[in-house]
């Protein structure tokens, strides 16, 4: 589910972003890849 969550997060910001070659995203936007990120940890397969 925290997988599932994190993935969602990631597909909302992508398309804010689109049209520039380097993927710059907002302080808010990686605090929340950060956050989403950390309660998946390292249980989840690559």
Do not use: C, W, Y
């Amino acid at each position: 589910m925290q997988t599932i969550e994190f993935q969602n997060a990631q597909t909302e910001a992508l398309p804010q972003k689109s049209g520039k070659k380097r993927l710059l995203l907002a302080d808010d936007q990686r605090r929340l890849f950060a956050v989403k990120a950390h309660s998946i940890g390292q249980k989840a397969p690559p």
